[in-house]
């Protein structure tokens, strides 16, 4: 039943990314050091990936071309994430930030603190809050906050960040 399942939702799923049941790999060049994170556009259309030296890279999904740099933090980032509607990437670092960024002109529009480095970013599906993983070990800042073990994890309302 389960690769039943799995064929089902192959089948459905891969021809919407641009991906046959036969596919070939692509690799994508240009950032050549380690690689923590990467995350697909809601529409499929672009890939973020960040890199052990302080930026975010944006890739066509299609072709694997890069199409630009993202530059802000000033350590390694951990995490990348895009808005559900595609129009922001959250990103994580070491240097106790997330950042929030436009996709379409790579310009940084918002950074909130943390006390610790940032491992991981994710949004809530209706793209008005962005979770956060660290270890922190005291809440500073942050709309809320939920404990569990050393790490911590903050909620971070951002509404409109265009405001």
């Known amino acids: 039943m389960k690769t039943l399942i799995t064929a089902i939702i192959a089948s459905l799923l891969l021809p919407t990314l641009g991906i046959g049941q036969d596919a070939s790999t692509t690799t994508l060049t240009g950032q050549l050091f380690l690689i923590n994170s990467v995350a697909f556009s809601p529409d499929g259309k672009r890939i973020a990936s960040d890199c052990l030296f302080r ?31 595609g129009q922001w990437i959250a990103s994580g670092s070491w240097d106790k930030t ?4 436009d996709v379409q002109t790579g310009k940084e529009l918002k950074s909130f603190p943390h006390s610790g480095p940032v491992q991981s970013v994710a949004y809530r599906p209706d793209g008005q809050w962005i979770a956060s993983g660290s270890a922190d070990g005291s809440a500073l800042q942050g709309s809320g906050i939920i404990r569990q073990g050393s790490g911590i994890i903050k909620l971070w309302h951002v509404g409109d960040i265009r405001d």
Do not use: N, R, Y
């Not at 890069?66 to 994430?81: D, I, Q, R």
């Open 98 to 101: 997330i950042k929030l960024w």
């Open 55 to 85: 930026h975010i890279k944006l890739w066509d999904a299609q072709s694997g071309k890069e199409l630009m740099t993202l530059k802000g933090h000033s350590a390694v980032v951990t995490s990348v994430a895009f808005s559900p509607d």
